[in-house]
T-cell receptor
Framework: QKEVEQNSGPLSVPEGAIASLNCTYS??????FFWYRQYSGKSPELIMF????GDKEDGRFTAQLNKASQYVSLLIRDSQPSDSATYLC?????????????FGQGTELSVKP | SAVISQKPSRDICQRGTSLTIQCQVD?????MFWYRQQPGQSLTLIAT?????????ESGFVIDKFPISRPNLTFSTLTVSNMSPEDSSIYLC?????????????FGPGTRLLVL
């Protein structure tokens, strides 16, 4: 069974620090990798996506992908209290599955002022 | 990015009844997806809805319980049939689009369902 694993947290970091969120996946054929942020009572909001090994930066966010290790991470620099939310890692199943995502359980992040 | 709306945004229903959730996308899309998020849990894919063909259901979900319609390229409905309290969840529709960077997938605001 294809799985996506995340530490459930909560992960607590002080304001201004770097928050590091990690995700592993079981399907070696996975092609696309997404990070969503979900505030309580809201629907998931896409933050980053990454397809290729290495780093991808967007503002304060950096996604890192290592397909050999089946590992994807999200770094949030200069964390703000408004970043406090649950972060969902999602993996696009093998190429011919056309858009289906498998989600991890989510990591709750708390940024303390 | 696609803009997705859902109706209703929330509902409280009695067990044994059915509820139909509507999903509207502001552009034509090939695939639409329906997910469920049970309280305190992550998202689980219910089915994939392609226009002009039967929906494809994931393991553990059946058409009799979650019938889906996809009458055109911008609209889909999910019905939750013969509801029980275990169906209390957030139901989300989503679609994906191809940009210069690759595929991105977006979610509607969700329908919060409480079954009594």
């Amino acid at each position: 069974q294809k799985e996506v694993e995340q530490n459930s947290g909560p992960l607590s970091v002080p304001e201004g620090a770097i928050a590091s969120l990690n995700c592993t996946y079981s399907d070696r054929g996975s092609q696309s990798f997404f990070w969503y942020r979900q505030y309580s009572g809201k629907s998931p909001e896409l933050i980053m996506f990454i397809y290729s090994n290495g780093d991808k930066e967007d503002g304060r966010f950096t996604a890192q992908l290592n397909k050999a290790s089946q590992y994807v991470s999200l770094l949030i620099r200069d964390s703000q209290p408004s970043d406090s939310a649950t972060y969902l890692c999602a993996v696009g199943s093998s190429y011919n599955q056309g858009g289906k995502l498998i989600f991890g359980q989510g990591t709750e992040l708390s940024v303390k002022p | 990015s696609a803009v997705i709306s859902q109706k209703p945004s929330r509902d409280i229903c009695q067990r044994g009844t059915s509820l139909t959730i509507q999903c509207q996308v502001d552009s034509q899309v090939t695939m639409m997806f329906w997910y469920r998020q049970q309280p305190g849990q992550s998202l689980t894919l219910i089915a994939t809805a392609n226009q002009g063909s039967e929906a494809t259901y994931e393991s553990g979900f059946v058409i009799d319980k979650f019938p889906i319609s996809r009458p055109n390229l911008t609209f889909s409905t999910l019905t939750v049939s013969n509801m029980s309290p275990e169906d209390s969840s957030i139901y989300l529709c989503s679609t994906f689009s191809w940009g210069s960077d690759g595929e991105t997938q977006y979610f509607g605001p969700g329908t919060r369902l409480l079954v009594l």
